[in-house]
């Protein structure tokens, strides 16, 4: 992982006289499978959440400081490792270490009361509906094909993670998720300014520890295991640290539009996960689903004139 974001930084470097100027490329198959890996780590994020939450009982809000601490260690000590000079950033580190904070302790506080599937449906369509209306609003061209593929996407999504059975829900934790959804799309749409994929990342993390540490006191410390820290640890330091300076990379080649559409198959390969690790049993409404998912990503994501 610490290689693949090394090498997708250099992948996107743009042509011309530097870092930040010009327009980011990357070989379409590169930009595919570090895409890939990229969705494969925020998919874990949810399982390792999960797994936390419900079968170590960790208390949500020790868990996201756990999860911000750990990756911002890692991080750091990337960058001294590194040597490299890295650029504060300005308003736009503000934003992305703000919205770092409002997705890690919405996410987990949102999946202490949501069951799995509403909570992912909430996420990730608050996140494409904030990237697509920065999309609109930053004047990116959206083609039909992007549209329509996002919509069948979408439906897939809805026949999968629609409750099947009558339940209520806790308004403060479905606020806590669309938060959540909101902060990643706010982290994301930062992302696609970065000139520096991996100082990027880590500055975000390390700006948001002292806010993140101020809510210590709110956390269960007696809820705190061997096994439940370290699920945190692995999702602060692989799957979230490694894995969003992997999303910095990649972003500038993306866009707006098409990154929003790219992560609804997130919450597919998180409940294939859960398959694995929490032993949820294989429906004909995720098969379906799934493949309502894949259609519509890969027909969004093919050349079009708008």
Request: proline share 4%; charged share 10%; with cysteine.
């Amino acid at each position: 992982m610490i290689v693949s974001a090394a090498q997708a930084s250099w992948a996107c470097a743009p042509q011309g006289s530097g870092a930040g100027s010009g327009k980011q490329v990357i070989d379409p198959m590169r930009l595919f499978l570090l895409t890939s890996l990229t969705m494969l780590a925020f998919a874990a994020n949810s399982v390792l959440n999960r797994l936390a939450l419900t079968e170590v009982g960790m208390d949500a809000v020790l868990f996201a400081i756990i999860r911000l601490v750990t990756g911002a260690l890692a991080l750091g000590a990337l960058l001294l490792l590194r040597g490299k000079p890295v650029v504060f950033g300005g308003r736009r580190r503000w934003v992305g270490s703000l919205a770092l904070l409002l997705y890690l302790f919405g996410f987990s506080l949102a999946y202490v009361r949501l069951d799995a599937g509403v909570g992912a449906l909430l996420l990730f369509g608050t996140v494409q509906i904030t990237m697509f209306i920065a999309a609109v609003l930053g004047g990116e061209a959206l083609p039909r094909a992007r549209w329509v593929g996002a919509s069948v996407a979408f439906a897939g999504l809805l026949w999968l993670l629609w409750p099947t059975e009558t339940a209520a829900h806790s308004p403060v934790h479905l606020l806590a998720m669309i938060a959540a959804g909101v902060g990643w799309g706010l982290y994301s749409l930062a992302g696609r300014q970065e000139p520096d994929a991996t100082g990027g990342t880590a500055l975000n993390f390390l700006c948001a520890v002292p806010l993140g540490l101020l809510l210590l006191p709110f956390a269960a410390l007696g809820t705190v295991t061997a096994y439940g820290a370290a699920l945190a640890a692995l999702s602060g330091i692989v799957t979230s640290g490694l894995g969003y300076a992997l999303w910095y990379a990649v972003l500038p080649a993306l866009g707006a539009s098409r990154a929003a559409v790219i992560q609804l198959t997130v919450p597919v390969l998180a409940t294939l996960g859960g398959l694995v690790l929490l032993a949820e049993p294989v429906t004909a409404r995720l098969i379906v689903a799934t493949l309502l998912v894949l259609a519509g990503v890969t027909y969004a994501l093919r050349r079009a004139t708008p």
